[in-house]
Nanobody
Framework: QVQLVESGGGLVQPGGSLRLSCAASGFIFSSYHMYWYRQAPGKERELVAASFSAGGSATIPDSVKGRFTMSRDNDKNTAYLQMNSLRPDDTAVYYC??????????WGQGTQVTVSS
């Protein structure tokens, strides 16, 4: 049974940091590209970052470049999103996604991140 379980969300003040984790099971983690998406209330789901099975990672929106970093540990079957200098407009539900470019796509249940004073 495939599972993606996100954790690490919560309430943080502007300027603070959080590290999200995505624990994967039920598939060959190292063979999959891993992604973090987010969805704010009333907005479409947005791709935030990607980590590729062959190595390397990327952050996608200009708004998170230099603040967010994605990484993965294939030995632990876990992907991470380090978020620094958080802003109120980072408030969203953050989702973990796994896909190897073909075949099935997997999603986690999401973790809420709220940035507020």
């Amino acid at each position: 049974q495939v599972q993606l379980v996100e954790s690490g969300g919560g309430l943080v003040q502007p300027g603070g940091s959080l590290r999200l984790s995505c624990a994967a099971s039920g598939f060959i983690f190292s063979s999959y590209h891993m992604y973090w998406y987010r969805q704010a209330p009333g907005k479409e789901r947005e791709l935030v970052a990607a980590s590729f099975s062959a190595g390397g990672s990327a952050t996608i929106p200009d708004s998170v470049k230099g603040r967010f970093t994605m990484s993965r540990d294939n030995d632990k079957n876990t992907a991470y999103l380090q978020m620094n200098s958080l802003r109120p407009d980072d408030t969203a539900v953050y989702y973990c996604h796994a896909w190897r470019g073909v075949g099935p796509k997997y999603w986690g249940q999401g973790t809420q991140v709220t940035v507020s004073s």
